[in-house]
Structures are given as structure tokens and as C-alpha cells.
């Protein structure tokens, strides 16, 4: 019997029905999804008044070299939502720039309190994870589903940004 792996290869788009296990595997994990980030955002918003939205913004501008990246660039790596980027310069987390270096478009940059306000914040995100999602898993779960995720993940190139 072939493996919905080897069906998914298939030269011509295979539109069959989802059977019952692969139903269930689909919308358990839109269900895993929508649950779990529903639950962090509320925790983020009461908490902090920040969504789990911007606070994935914050978190990438607080890797980044010099804490700013290409407009283009954050909104390219977002997992969640791409709007809240005038908001969080209205707040004063974040403010745009141009750079001397790069004169193709905008940057964003973490502030001084977008940093504060990241660094409060993250407790309580990683916190909300480990309940959400981690203390729900039994032991071998996060191999399993780390094996999984990368399958599905597509490979592709970082956006080139020479930081400012």
C-alpha cells in the first residue's frame, strides 16, 4: 500500500478524499494550531497587552543583527499575521529606518522599550508554551513531531539583508 508520502509525489495532483486517519491528522493539527495560539495570544494580551502576533515580531527584530531588519524581510519570516507593524511604531516598540547602507526600502528597529517590553513578555510566552503545548506531549512526542515538521517545512533561501 502506498504511503500518502509516495502518493504526494505522484506526477498528477492526487484529489481523492481524505480518508478517516488522514481527516483526522489534518484537522487535528489545524485544531492543535488554532487552539494553542489562541490560548497564547489571550495570555499575551492580558498579560502584557501585546498578541502573540507582535510579540513574534519583537522576538525576530531581538535576533536580528543590530535588532532591525528589511521591512520586506520581517514580513517574510512571520509565521503568524503580517498587519500590527504601524501599531507597534505607534506604541514605540519599534520605529522605522533607512539605511545609508541598503537604500531599497525601510527597516524596522527594536526600541528601547520594545526590548523592555519583549524581555517582559517572554516569561510569559515560553511559559504559555510549556502549558499549551509541551506538558501536554508524552515522552517521544517531540521527536516524533520535530521528524514531521521538517518533512513539511519547504527549504528555501534567507533573504539577503546586509543589516544596518
Excluded at 491528522?25 to 501585546?50: C, F, K, P, S
Excluded at 503568524?80 to 529606518?97: D, N
Excluded at 528555501?156 to 543589516?163: F, R, S
Aim: hydrophobic share 35%.
Amino acid at each position: 500500500m502506498a504511503s500518502s508520502a509516495t502518493r504526494a509525489r505522484a506526477s498528477k495532483p492526487d484529489s481523492r478524499q481524505l480518508d478517516e486517519l488522514e481527516l483526522a491528522a489534518w484537522r487535528g493539527m489545524l485544531y492543535a494550531y488554532r487552539n494553542t495560539t489562541t490560548a497564547i495570544d489571550e495570555r499575551l494580551v492580558r498579560e502584557h497587552e501585546l498578541s502573540l502576533g507582535s510579540y513574534e515580531v519583537l522576538l525576530l527584530l531581538s535576533k536580528a543583527e543590530d535588532n532591525a531588519l528589511r521591512m520586506g524581510a520581517l514580513a517574510d519570516q512571520l509565521l503568524l499575521s503580517r498587519s500590527g507593524l504601524t501599531r507597534l511604531v505607534a506604541r514605540g516598540l519599534l520605529e522605522r529606518h533607512t539605511c545609508d547602507l541598503d537604500r531599497r526600502g525601510t527597516y524596522a528597529r527594536l526600541t528601547d522599550a520594545g526590548r523592555r517590553k519583549f524581555d517582559e513578555a517572554r516569561p510569559t510566552n515560553l511559559a504559555a508554551i510549556r502549558e499549551q503545548f509541551i506538558d501536554r506531549l508524552e515522552e517521544g512526542d517531540l521527536d516524533d513531531l520535530a521528524r514531521v515538521w521538517s518533512r513539511l517545512e519547504e527549504p528555501g533561501e534567507e533573504p539577503d539583508d546586509p543589516g544596518c
